[in-house]
């Protein structure tokens, strides 16, 4: 069974405090690993995909990378409008495009 | 590109009614839709895989005669709560893909359900 586990939980930073979310999986051959913003009461907002070890994604404050176990989003420099719930998911290469979730982690980031 | 919409956005029913939700696809067609669920706090739980044309394909757990799932065209979606109960309360997603050659899906802004 897939499985994704995200931590931490929940992180408060300083305005401009650079930090690394971590996404640790298991799937059964991975097709792809997507990562998601959540703002409270809304969809997710996709932000990245990555598809194989050692690839990299940048976009404005965030970048996102994978290892064969792991995925980080590393946020530099943070605003508090970057503040949010961060969803990591995958989808295995057999069968559907069934995504599975993680808990993912609730970033605070404080002016 | 690439937006889902879903309507209503929040919904109050009684307990024993029925309410549709609607997932529609306004750039793009979508063979394929999806439909999840959110409690508080947790994450997103795929309930079903629905499939313009055809079936809906529904994950271990989920009852197919309560939540029905009509996908009647490439840009819309509608999932039933039939015999709405209190603990059927919860964050409708529904979810796209947008064209065969993309793997990565868009989601819409959810529908908050409450039976009361």
């Known amino acids: 069974e897939d499985q994704v586990t995200q931590s931490p939980e929940a992180l408060r930073l300083q305005e401009g405090e650079s930090s690394s979310l971590n996404c640790s999986y298991t799937v059964s051959g991975l097709r792809g690993l997507f990562w998601y913003r959540q703002d409270p009461g809304k969809g997710p907002e996709f932000l990245f995909t990555l598809y194989s070890a050692g690839e990299e994604k940048e976009k404005e404050r965030l970048k996102a990378t994978l290892t064969k176990k792991e995925s980080f989003l590393h946020i530099t420099a943070p605003k508090p409008e970057d503040s949010a719930t961060y969803l990591c998911a995958v989808q295995a290469s057999f069968g559907n495009e069934k995504l599975t979730f993680g808990t993912g982690t609730r970033l605070t980031i404080i002016p | 590109g690439a937006v889902v919409s879903q309507h209503p956005s929040r919904v109050i029913c009684k307990s024993g009614t029925s309410v549709k939700i609607e997932c529609r696809s306004l750039d793009f067609q979508a063979t394929t839709m999806f439909w999840y669920r959110q409690f508080p706090k947790q994450s997103l739980m795929l309930m079903a895989t629905s499939n313009e044309g055809s079936k809906a394909t529904y994950e271990q757990g989920v009852e197919k005669d309560k939540f029905l799932i009509n996908h009647a065209s490439l840009t819309l979606s509608t999932l039933t709560v039939t015999s709405a109960h209190p603990e059927d309360s919860s964050f409708y997603i529904c979810?796209?893909?947008?064209?065969?050659?993309?793997?990565?899906?868009?989601f819409g802004p959810g529908t908050r359900l409450t039976v009361t």
């Open positions: 979810s796209a893909i947008p064209g065969q050659n993309s793997y990565e899906q868009y």
